[in-house]
């Protein structure tokens, strides 16, 4: 939400911002983008980026980094050695300690250090009591398995300047590490895939004490390049020195005691043209090259979590939240990265023919991709990945940083947010109204206007009366609410809650070590320090009911403002300097604030109450690496716009590659007021996002979907639904992602990642293994859309089982009037539904299931599944669920359910919610697709649990251009049981 956005330095610009930002809004007005750093305003980014330019473009560039090769030994999957970098003509060098680890899963990871720090003998600038190490926690938060050794690795081959290791299954990975100067070659099937340090970029900026000498001379118009053969082993003669120390961007100085720091490296992906991921950006799925040229960017993509208000679009902008995880992708291969770093990082990214290694072999016409990762300060840590397939790749990472936390099952229905409701009364009546107009939702949410002056924990008495009761109409139905809760405490007297933050020590401290304090919606604030465990603790006590009085357990909590919003600090988040628990400062542990605070929130919730211990829910709008574990994500402050309707569909695409998958952008837009128009093709895209929710900004006129009037208000309603009929089959999917990382919503390379001409496509996709392939309108007066077809199978339209002519590769243009979101079931899957519409998705949870089969080309097999817990519970852990695989044999005319994970009857104990689940029936079979030899069937013969029956089918023949279907009803087979269909 929200943000007077850097404007504001002082409070009385907070005051008069409202007002400010209502005007503002009516056009479109994007973030100021100069109150957010470029490369050329940001110290360490600049200097790494001339660093690149003087070697790139030197002939004899040589990286100063070299393994001293007696520093080396293998042993048990790792290589340990030292790095000596070579920092003036004398030789002098600074000890580098690298640990090469080869991990069971295949993933090796290269990790840096700087021995002088590590052993803290450096000295630190304006009686910082910072930490001298450089930061090494970042694992700590983040990685949560994987890290086993290979102890099957071995050394293949070694002689005095590189060594070569093979590892991984079937030793199929191997890597080169080379010692003059320092590279790695990662090759699988022995072909080069991933380079580090191919391109000499390495740059480690070691402490060094502050020197106080003239500046250097430097004549007009002198290059580095005319003396590019003079320079071989040294850093570029031109060092600019002055960004090494104390540094000052809009107003605000960051004392920087430890001077410059940063680590970077270039990671090459040899023969790759595609990489995707490191969001969050408003940028296409594909990412852009950064170094200008035509259609390019100019800017690296940054990753600095940060309250952009009304980001701007195609753009490699830093946002809201950060995953430094990079995918590479060609034909039939699949490599990637995981930079694991929480400090300020950008990355360049540019494209072209190998022409560093022009002899290379097998890729000389290919085009590889390079990217150039700068981090501001920490460890250089980065995990690769040798694939082959994107599946691969999303299940190793997920595998080191976790997956997506089984959520609440409520979470997947729609979620009606607004700035504000004003009132308990108010709630309660959109909460009537959408029944009235027979809208089906699960959440409605308070933003921080029902606090007693932003004091969280807190209800605004005079406008929230009876909190208990709101929560009671609301549960009636099933339904929940969400609301919200921020890092940022009210500096203010009689507020229990920061009286204890502050005598309890648990806040965030400024440079001098110092409780801090800055602004933020309550005016002056301290913030919690969710890196310290007794604030943790303490942050848990905050949330039981006896605590935060009024709410329940339909309560749930979303954390907005957590990268942290700070209205006047830099760039609006925390001063660098700041320091977390153990002494760390901001500015190593910045990406990573906003999952510790939501990580709290999480666990806070499993213990509100003892014995009550419930999946929680909890929305962030800041995340980094792993915050997929404690909850969901949307996009931010979006605007109601056409181009940010579209844009939302590769940020989402983009989050669940990069394992964060629960993920959508605020339905309808916050910012502005969108057309009907809009808002309405917005709700049918959303019903499409894993999270979907509709949120509007304070000065955005009202538009609960009922108010929307007719013919929109049917179409909307009709969305709605959609997405609730399919709830069991997003459920599913998310138990994929829970299991192994997949993404929920698909993109094109991720499914076939064969198929060259749609490793761009950005705009269609997946859902979970449904074969379902949705196309979102995203442009105005659009009545039609063209959706590029993968392969050669069979697609139908969902909603008339038209058969769709298409052509592999090609485009096939549908109509898309305006009640119509374009919708394909692709050949060759089963997916389940639930067809009777209900309030909520509480109330469908004894439902009986629909099956549809949507029949493969040439009658061939189709599959699915479908997955069911308690949608509330742990028991899911001790079996407490079905999951059963749907098979269609078009050769034996059946349709059977078995158990999906092959587990035999009566080898889990039921408890109460399994056995009644077990007896929910499988009320419907829709078989679209079926031979027109079945044309005039009317029963089908169904075998289960030791009887045989027959069941009455419908079978409509085939008809100018739609494919014959058929019904068969009243089923009669229990969902958790095994059972045969004969057709
Ligand atoms: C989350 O909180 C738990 C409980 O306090 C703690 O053990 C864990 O380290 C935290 N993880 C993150 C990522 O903050
Ligand atoms: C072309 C050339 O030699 N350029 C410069 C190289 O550096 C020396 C000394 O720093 C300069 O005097 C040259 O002009």
């Known amino acids: 939400m929200h943000v007077p956005g850097p404007l504001s330095s002082k409070w009385t610009a907070y005051l008069g911002l409202l007002s400010a930002l209502s005007a503002a809004f009516a056009p479109a007005v994007a973030v100021k983008e100069h109150d957010f750093k470029k490369c050329h305003q940001s110290g360490f980014c600049s200097r790494n980026r001339a660093f690149a330019d003087h070697a790139l473009a030197s002939s004899s560039w040589q990286s100063p980094y070299n393994i001293a090769p007696e520093s080396g030994s293998f042993r048990d999957g790792q290589y340990k050695g030292v790095i000596l970098k070579t920092i003036n003509d004398n030789g002098e060098t600074v000890r580098l300690p690298i640990t090469i680890s080869f991990l069971e899963s295949g993933t090796a990871r290269v990790t840096v250090d700087e021995e002088k720090r590590q052993k803290g003998e450096i000295e630190l600038r304006h009686g910082s009591k910072a930490r001298k190490e450089r930061y090494n926690e970042a694992e700590r938060w983040v990685i949560v398995g994987g890290t086993t050794l290979d102890k099957a690795a071995k050394v293949d081959y070694e002689d005095k300047s590189q060594l070569t290791v093979k590892y991984g299954p079937s030793a199929k990975f191997e890597a080169t590490i080379k010692f003059f100067p320092f590279s790695i070659d990662f090759k699988r099937d022995g072909s080069s895939q991933i380079k580090l340090n191919d391109q000499g970029l390495l740059n480690i900026e070691h402490w060094r004490p502050k020197v106080e000498k003239p500046a250097p001379e430097k004549k007009e118009g002198e290059s580095d390049e005319e003396n590019k053969t003079e320079e071989t082993k040294e850093e570029p003669k031109a060092e600019n020195e002055s960004t090494w120390w104390d540094e000052t961007f809009g107003g605000n100085t960051d004392t920087k005691p430890r001077g410059p720091e940063s680590v970077a490296l270039d990671i090459s992906f040899v023969g790759y043209e595609h990489v995707y991921g490191i969001p969050s950006h408003a940028s296409p799925l594909s990412l852009k090259q950064t170094r200008g040229g035509d259609g390019n960017y100019q800017e690296p993509y940054r990753l600095y979590n940060a309250d952009v208000f009304e980001y701007i679009l195609d753009s490699p902008m830093t946002l809201y939240g950060s995953i430094p995880f990079m995918q590479a992708h060609r034909k039939d291969s699949a490599v990637g990265v995981f930079w694991l770093n929480a400090a300020e990082t950008w990355v360049d990214i540019t494209k072209g023919k190998d022409y560093k290694n022009p002899l290379s072999l097998g890729t000389k016409s290919k085009t590889s991709t390079h990217t150039h990762w700068i981090s501001e ?145 309550p005016g002056s604030s301290h913030w919690i320090d969710a890196f310290s465990p007794a604030a943790r603790e303490w942050w848990a006590s905050l949330f039981k009911y006896d605590a935060f009085k009024g709410t329940m357990e339909n309560t749930w909590i979303w954390n907005d403002m957590n990268e942290p919003s700070v209205f006047n600090g830099p760039e609006t988040t925390m001063p660098k300097d700041n320091l977390h628990a153990g002494n760390w400062e901001h500015r190593d542990v ?46 931010g402050d979006n605007q109601a716009a056409w181009d940010h309707l579209a844009a939302s569909i590769p940020m989402v695409l983009s989050q669940g590659i990069a394992g964060f998958p629960f993920a959508g952008a605020d339905v309808g837009g916050f910012f502005g007021n969108p057309e009907k128009e809009l808002l309405t093709r917005w709700y049918q895209a959303g019903a499409f996002y894993p999270f979907f929710r509709g949120h509007a900004h304070i000065d955005a006129r009202r538009r609960e979907p009922y108010l929307v009037g007719e013919p929109y208000t049917t179409i909307i309603a009709a969305a709605l639904r959609l997405r609730y009929s399919l709830l069991p089959s997003w459920y599913t999917a998310f138990r994929h992602a829970h299991i192994d990382g997949t993404p929920i919503v698909k993109p094109m390379f991720y499914t076939h990642p064969s198929e060259e001409a749609g490793f761009a496509v950005d705009d269609q996709f997946f859902v979970g293994n449904t074969g379902l392939l949705a196309k979102p309108v995203t442009e105005k007066d659009k009545t039609t859309v063209d959706v590029w077809i993968p392969d050669a199978e069979v697609y139908y339209d969902y909603f008339t089982y038209y058969i769709i002519p298409t052509a592999k590769g090609k485009n096939v243009t549908l109509d898309a009037p305006m009640e119509k979101v374009p919708l394909l079931m692709r050949g060759g899957h089963v ?27 040439d009658g061939r097999k189709a599959e699915g599944d479908l997955y069911v817990d308690d949608g509330d519970s742990y028991q899911y852990q001790s079996g407490q669920y079905i999951h059963r695989r749907f098979i269609f044999d078009g050769a034996a005319k059946s349709l059977s359910s078995v158990d999906a994970e092959g587990r035999e009857p009566g080898s889990v104990a039921e408890g109460e919610w399994l056995k009644r689940m077990r007896g929910v029936g499988v009320d419907r079979i829709v078989l679209v697709g079926v031979p027109e030899s079945w044309v005039g069937k009317k029963s089908v013969k169904v075998e289960s649990e030791g009887n045989v029956w027959e069941a009455k089918m419908e079978v409509t023949p085939a008809a100018e251009g739609r494919a014959a279907f058929a019904v068969v009803r009243k089923v009669g087979v229990r969902i958790g049981a095994d059972w045969r269909v004969v057709f």
């Open 377 to 521: 300060s920490g460890l250089l840590d980065v995990f690769v990945f040798l694939g082959p397939t994107p599946k691969d790749l999303t299940a190793k990472y997920g595998e080191l940083t976790g997956t997506t936390a089984m959520p609440q099952e409520f979470s997947l229905g729609y979620h009606q947010c607004r700035w504000n409701y004003v009132s308990d009364d108010d709630v309660k009546d959109v909460d009537r109204k959408m029944d009235k107009f027979k809208m089906p939702y699960d959440v409605i949410w308070l933003d921080i206007e029902y606090t007693d002056e932003k004091k969280y924990f807190t209800w605004d008495k005079h406008s929230f009366t009876d909190p208990i009761g709101m929560g009671k109409q609301l549960d009636s139905h099933g339904r929940k609410l969400v609301t919200i809760i921020d890092p940022h405490i009210k500096n203010v007297d009689n507020y229990p809650v920061v009286a204890e933050l502050k005598s309890k020590d648990l806040a965030v401290k400024n440079k001098d070590g110092n409780i801090f304090e800055g602004w933020c919606w």
């Open 590 to 635: 910045h990406n990573l604030n906003g999952m510790t605070f939501q990580n709290a929130t999480y666990h806070a919730l499993t213990s509100r109450k003892p014995g009550e211990l419930r999946r929680p829910f909890v929305l962030t709008r800041a995340f980094f690496a792993g915050s997929q574990r404690v909850g969901a994500m949307w996009t």
């Open 831 to 857: 997916f389940a539904r639930r067809d009777v519409p209900r309030r909520s998705s509480a109330l469908m949870k004894w439902d009986d299931y629909t099956l549809v089969v949507a029949v493969g080309r």
